[in-house]
């Protein structure tokens, strides 16, 4: 079978440095697993590479979309496919890299078929979203299927929005289509897949202390500003985490040191939930965020 890498797990990891280095080593293509990284002029926030750096080292689903566009797990996965299709056509390794964890389970464990977003019942609840609030959403979840009720956070707007729409459209619960739908495994490849953790948990939450401060000096502020008063500020991508607390300093809802602070903590938290997601995934080894030789590890896989 024809192999596959993918490198995941938190944030500032050196996933990329990686992905760079086996690019440079073998005939490859680089696809971005990164659900900020795919909108055009989210660049400091989401850590993207930089133009000479995307020019060295080309990835796909980087820039493909413009902020007010929408972009679901469904796509990831149609356009995933398309790229693997032409990486083969011209024997070139795909190498798909990055933090989006839902993205990578559902190319490399599979997702339930669900059925398609129906656009009516969508507005009917956007709308009751924007009148009464995620509070009312989340009471009706609880009352249609309070199995999801008790596993989606009542903040997700996102996933809540779904599983109301799908108990709607089927007249079932959520949950119970969750589990008995057959999961459709679209990958019949040899997968190798790596996951990089912080070693030291202290030392890597300084690190992300350093790197939030860099961000902020590179000019996040102004970069939230701008894509505020091009579109609006309740884009999806402004909810990722760093952007979220950016957009509550510029609101005036918080000060400057709380904004860092909050930042700082949330992307911490986002890093934990990225290694949970690693029980979930099946994974060919992990390594140590300093362990050295990776790229010589990973050949002998291949």
């Known amino acids: ?12 990891t050196g996933k990329t440095e990686l992905a760079k280095d086996l690019y440079s080593k073998f005939p490859s293509e680089l696809i971005s697993v990164d659900s900020v990284q795919i909108y055009k002029g989210f660049d400091i926030g989401s850590n993207k590479p930089d133009k000479k ?3 060295k080292y080309p990835h796909h689903l980087v820039n493909i979309l413009e902020p007010n566009e929408k972009f679901s797990v469904g796509d990831f996965k149609k356009k995933s496919i398309k790229i693997l299709q032409a990486a083969d056509k011209q024997s070139r390794l795909p190498i798909f890299v990055g933090g989006t964890m839902m993205y990578f389970y559902s190319l490399l464990e599979g997702l339930a078929n669900l059925p398609e977003r129906d ?9 009751d979203l924007e009148t009464y ?33 799908v108990c709607l459209i089927t ?10 739908a057959v999961k459709e495994k679209i990958l019949k490849r040899k997968i190798l897949s790596f996951a990089i953790v912080p070693q030291d948990r202290q030392q890597y939450k300084k690190e992300l202390r350093e790197r939030f401060k860099l961000m902020i000096e590179r000019g ?3 970069e939230v500003k701008e894509i505020k008063e ?14 979220k607390q950016c957009l509550e300093f510029l609101d005036g809802k918080i000060d400057e040191e709380e904004f860092f602070n909050r930042a700082v903590n949330a992307t911490y938290q986002l890093s934990k939930r990225q290694i949970t997601w690693l029980n979930k995934l099946t994974t060919t080894k992990i390594f140590q965020k300093d362990e050295l030789n990776k790229v010589i590890k990973i050949e002998s896989f291949l």
């Open 1 to 12: 079978m024809k192999p596959l890498i993918a490198i995941y797990g938190p944030t500032h």
């Open 53 to 55: 750096e995307l020019q």
């Open 119 to 127: 656009d009516l019942i969508r507005a009917e609840l956007i709308c």
């Open 133 to 165: 609030g995620l509070s009312y959403l989340f009471r009706r979840l609880k009352e249609l299927d309070p199995e999801s009720a008790l596993v989606i956070h009542h903040n997700d707007s996102h996933r809540i929005l779904r599983a109301i729409e």
């Open 171 to 180: 007249n079932e619960k959520f949950s119970t289509i969750q589990k008995h």
């Open 220 to 222: 996040l502020i102004e």
């Open 230 to 243: 091009k579109f609006t500020k309740n884009l999806p991508a402004l909810k990722a985490v760093g952007y």
